[in-house]
């Protein structure tokens, strides 16, 4: 009989190591590992109790109708979903404590069940009470929602075992739930795995769609729902700042559907309200005559969103030059500084450079470089940018100027909240597909970052 070791298990990432260390190998978090019990071998010599049954192959090309769709009926929630929930699989929604998983949640479930099918919330966290409190100030209060209060999964398992027409099942949180058989706390990776695996089981046999609720703390660790994510079928992140009032709902896999839309939402009083025009909001707040400024066309998803790039320059007292980033990529900023002076001849090595996307934006298109670009030189020449113009582009090593995707989503954005003008990628008559201007929208087509920087210059000169 082979002598069984216990295993240590990363909470972080769910890596098994054969001994204890301080930092996981993996993920390279420190202290995440914990001890457990080895899992008790199946059958002599490691072969399973009983033979295995032969997979049925099918052929590829067979016949298979597309995933019907439950509609939640927020429309930016069953975007980012690809079209509605799909029956029998598992979205884990994601974010950090108190961003508003559980609000969007209830307002979802209840607007399906309002919409005449059956929906269960099960809460881990919250009192029946405390959730009936909530809805109550959403004004949901009469919307037929089935609410439970549970945290064993036996409990959970037995009162689903029986579902046969529930649509949506939520349970929030997955790091509330606990299996009686394992003895590690609940929320920790082999808690909230094996949970996770039993409650899609449940959803893969009755048919309902699952939605599983994980916090993740600002680093990942802990929460473990980094764990989950190759379980689900989908994973949405609810992003945003607590200072601000607006949370973007973010897919990062989805087996269903694209993984590059956003759901933007503004938090209020009566609860997450969808934004339909994100630009209006990211822009709101935008004073046109400051130096250092720039609009960004940028595209999240299929989308055009615009937002304002802000850069600081302030003179460095001494000492390695400071370059803070909010929003962006630090090293993408220090490409472009280098492409700046290098190509340019814009000096900024003696300065501190501060850039942020207004409002608590992250932006991770290339195609920012040409308004990051445009702040820093219209900052370094203490001039503002046009405030009716836009920009967007990738900037390459030698400065010039990169084609991007969407040229004609992102102009007509612009034109539909009333720019007047854009800096784009010069077109290359041969390479590009022809794309239709909008009317009032005046094009400069730049080749090499260095006519960007003149023009500042010039400007600052006269
Ligand atoms: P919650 O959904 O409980 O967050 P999570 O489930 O992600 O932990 O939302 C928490 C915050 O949202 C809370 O600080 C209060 C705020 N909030 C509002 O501003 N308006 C509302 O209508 C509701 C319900 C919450
Ligand atoms: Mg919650």
Redesign the pocket.
């Known amino acids: 009989m082979p002598k069984e070791h216990n295993r240590f298990v990363c909470q972080a990432c769910g890596a098994v190591a054969a001994r204890w260390a301080g930092k996981c190998e993996a993920c390279g978090e420190w202290n995440t590992l914990v001890e457990q019990a080895a899992q008790p071998r199946p059958g002599p010599g490691g072969k399973p109790a009983t033979p295995g049954r032969r997979v049925a192959f099918v052929d590829l090309a067979a016949d298979s109708e597309p995933a019907p769709r439950i509609l939640s009926g927020i429309a930016e929630l069953d975007r980012v979903l690809g079209g509605g929930f799909v029956p029998a699989s598992a979205v884990l929604v994601g974010?950090d404590?108190?961003?508003?998983?559980?609000?969007l949640l209830l307002q979802a479930a209840a607007a399906l069940a309002r919409a005449g099918r059956r929906v269960l919330y099960i809460s881990g966290e919250e009192s029946v009470e405390q959730v009936r409190l909530?809805a109550r100030?959403?004004g949901l209060i009469d919307s037929p929602l089935q609410l439970g209060a549970a945290t064993n999964l036996t409990d959970i398992g037995a009162s689903l075992e029986a579902e046969r027409d529930a649509a949506l099942v939520v349970i929030d949180s997955i790091q509330t739930i606990w299996v009686e058989a394992l003895e590690s706390a609940p929320g920790t990776v082999a808690q909230v795995r094996a949970s996770a695996a039993e409650l899609i089981r449940l959803a893969k046999t009755a048919g309902f769609a699952l939605v599983l609720v994980g916090h993740v703390t600002k680093e990942g660790a802990i929460a473990g729902p980094r764990v989950l994510e190759h379980m689900v079928d989908a994973v949405l992140y609810l992003e945003g700042d607590r200072g601000h009032q607006f949370r973007i709902l973010r897919g990062v896999k989805n087996r269903f559907g694209a993984t590059d839309e956003i759901g933007v939402f503004e938090?209020?009083?009566?609860?997450l309200a969808e934004v339909a025009n994100p630009s209006a909001l990211f822009l709101a707040e935008r004073r046109g005559n400051i130096a250092g400024s720039a609009v960004f066309a940028g595209l999240e998803g299929t989308r055009p969103v615009l937002m304002e790039v802000q850069a600081l320059l302030a003179p460095n007292p001494g000492g390695a030059p400071r370059r803070s980033v909010l929003g962006w990529d630090g090293a993408r900023l220090a490409m472009l500084l280098a492409v700046l002076e290098a190509r340019c001849g814009l000096r900024l090595a003696g300065n501190d450079v501060h850039l942020n996307i207004a409002g608590g934006l992250r932006v991770g298109e290339p195609a920012a470089d040409l308004a990051v670009a445009a702040a820093l030189a219209s900052a370094a020449a203490d001039r503002p940018t046009d405030a009716g113009m836009l920009y967007f582009g990738e900037v390459g090593l030698s400065g010039e100027v990169r084609q991007v995707a969407q040229a004609e989503a992102r102009l007509k954005e612009g034109a539909k909240l009333g720019f007047t003008g854009a800096t784009l990628p010069r077109r290359l008559t041969r390479a590009n597909r022809p794309f239709a201007v909008p009317e009032g929208l005046r094009l400069r087509e730049i080749g090499h970052l260095s006519e960007l920087v003149g023009e500042f210059a010039e400007a600052g000169k006269r």
């Open positions: 974010g404590p108190g961003i508003g998983k559980s609000t909530r100030r959403l938090m209020t009083e009566r609860g």
